[in-house]
Antibody, heavy 116, light 112 residues
Framework: EVQLVESGGSLVQPGGSLKLSCVAS????????MDWVRQTPGKSLEWIGE????????NYAPSIKDRFTISRDNAKSTLYLQMSNVKSDDTAIYYC?????????WGQGVMVTVSS | DVVLTQTPVAQPVTLGDQASISCRSS???????????LEWYLQKPGQSPQLLIY???NRFSGVPDRFIGSGSGSDFTLKISRVEPEDLGVYYC?????????FGAGTKLELK
């Protein structure tokens, strides 16, 4: 069974940093591109960025570019989202997703709250 | 950025009815490789979104055939025939043709 389990969410102050993790199981992690998608409270979904299978290529949404970094450790079947210089607008539920034809599997999401 | 406009914002339905959701794009979603990367997702209350349809009209594994995606260019539709209780929630269209990829604002399918 495919599973994606995020962790690392918490309350963080504006300007601070946080690193989210997503542990994958039930499939060969290194064979798939992976993405992060977030959902702000009461609002729609926003694609954040993606990483290719070996981690050599990433692509980011303009809203988080130069502040967030996506990486992966295929030996640990783990996807990461390093968040820096966070703003109140970054308050959201963060989901990791697997890509095949579309985002075919999603994690349960992890909450990040940016507030002083 | 590509803007996806979903209508209606809310769709009240009676169980067993058909429902239809529109997703219009601010530009054509035909990729240079000839594919159209338009997807549909359903988010049930308290759950993560789940994939229903990819590349306009292809049902993801396990998705019932009462879900039908159609359209081309910049105009797309998701039809749900014979709505069942487990179909209630918020439907989102999503495009992965143009960077940055974008979601529509969502359509809530709810009981009348």
């Amino acid at each position: 069974e495919v599973q994606l389990v995020e962790s690392g969410g918490s309350l963080v102050q504006p300007g601070g940093s946080l690193k989210l993790s997503c542990v994958a199981s039930g499939f060969t992690f290194s064979n798939y591109w992976m993405d992060w998608v977030r959902q702000t409270p009461g609002k729609s979904l926003e694609w954040i960025g993606e990483i290719n299978t070996d981690g050599s290529k990433t692509n980011y949404a303009p809203s988080i570019k130069d502040r967030f970094t996506i990486s992966r450790d295929n030996a640990k079947s783990t996807l990461y989202l390093q968040m820096s210089n966070v703003k109140s607008d970054d308050t959201a539920i963060y989901y990791c997703t697997r890509i095949e034809e579309g985002f075919d599997y999603w994690g349960q999401g992890v909450m990040v709250t940016v507030s002083s | 950025d590509v803007v996806l406009t979903q209508t209606p914002v809310a769709q009240p339905v009676t169980l067993g009815d058909q429902a239809s959701i529109s997703c219009r794009s601010s530009q054509s979603l035909v990729h240079s490789n000839g594919n159209t990367y338009l997807e549909w997702y359903l988010q049930k209350p308290g759950q993560s979104p789940q994939l229903l349809i990819y590349k306009v009209s292809n049902r993801f594994s396990g998705v019932p055939d009462r879900f039908i995606g159609s359209g081309s260019g910049s105009d797309f539709t998701l039809k749900i025939s014979r709505v069942e209780p487990e179909d209630l929630g918020v439907y989102y269209c999503f495009q992965a043709t143009h960077d940055p990829y974008t979601f529509g604002a969502g359509t809530k399918l709810e009981l009348k």
